[in-house]
């Protein structure tokens, strides 16, 4: 997995390679069913997960760290192109309001079997926002990975 922070101290870029096919890498992005085993850096779960796979369909999912506490999350899909491209908003709730927005944009390369993903994120209020973001993010792949090699092995078996 590589990471850069691009010439902004607003955005990020994350690039993994994940050993199963794309368009299972993008259905566990689309499905809740996948998406609630694996959102959420390693240690929480994702009790609830609700999403409208569609260009305006809305999603919100429940990271629950059992140390801390739950944290909730929303997003509006602006694009879907399965299984290349998803862009969505995403915002962290506080209460009655939400986090200033920022935007997705997850591609999904075919490496010969294997998948490219190169996620991107924009819109961070400052350079410590977004690393927060890629602390979170770096460890929710790595569930994200672990996830798709369970049920990569699990269908081919």
């Not at 955005?11 to 368009?23: C, G, H, M, N, S």
């Not at 959102?39 to 009790?47: D, E, I, L, V």
Request: proline share 6%; glycine share 6%; charged share 25%.
């Amino acid at each position: 997995m590589t990471a850069t922070n691009s010439d902004s101290d607003r955005e990020l870029k994350i690039t993994r390679v994940f050993d199963a096919p794309r368009q299972l890498v993008f259905d566990v992005w689309t499905d809740p069913s996948h998406l609630s085993r694996w959102w959420g850096p390693t240690g929480c779960t994702a009790p609830s997960v609700t999403l409208d796979a569609q260009p305006g369909g809305a999603w919100r999912a429940c990271i629950l760290n059992p140390a801390v506490d739950e944290f909730w999350s929303r997003s509006e899909y602006q694009e879907i192109d399965p299984p290349e491209r998803l862009t969505f908003t995403f915002a962290w709730e506080m209460g009655d309001e939400l986090s200033p927005q920022t935007l997705v944009t997850v591609t999904f390369a075919d490496l010969d079997g294997k998948t490219e993903m190169i996620f991107h994120q924009s819109g961070f209020a400052d350079s410590a926002d977004r690393d927060r973001h890629l602390e979170g993010w770096h460890a929710t792949f790595i569930d994200l990975d672990a996830y798709v090699n369970e049920i990569s092995t699990s269908t081919v078996a």
